[in-house]
């Protein structure tokens, strides 16, 4: 999986506790990655660098992720969370 952003605004991810990279839906080798459910997560350091607004963000702002779950779970699951991740 590629981490590292392409533009010129230097929004890279950082992964935390080491999550492992897998086969991706096409097969390709190291193409996506895979978390544990517990302490792995990714995230961009100092937040997201735009040269737009912070409506931008909130009205313009795209994000995906595809989502393979292993086992059932309970409770609540975050995809995106916008804050201090120690928290």
């Known amino acids: 999986g590629v981490l590292t952003d392409s533009s010129s605004y230097s929004n890279s991810l950082t992964a935390s506790n080491a999550p492992s990279t897998v086969a991706d839906e096409n097969g ?3 193409g996506a990655y895979s ?3 517990t302490n792995q997560y990714f995230s961009i350091a100092n937040g997201i660098t735009t040269p737009f607004t912070q409506s931008f963000l909130t009205n313009k702002l795209t994000l995906s992720a595809w989502v393979k779950l292993t086992a059932p779970t309970t409770g609540t699951k975050f995809i995106v969370y916008s804050g201090d991740a120690s928290s």
């Open 35 to 37: 978390l544990n459910g």
């Open 28 to 30: 390709l080798s190291n």
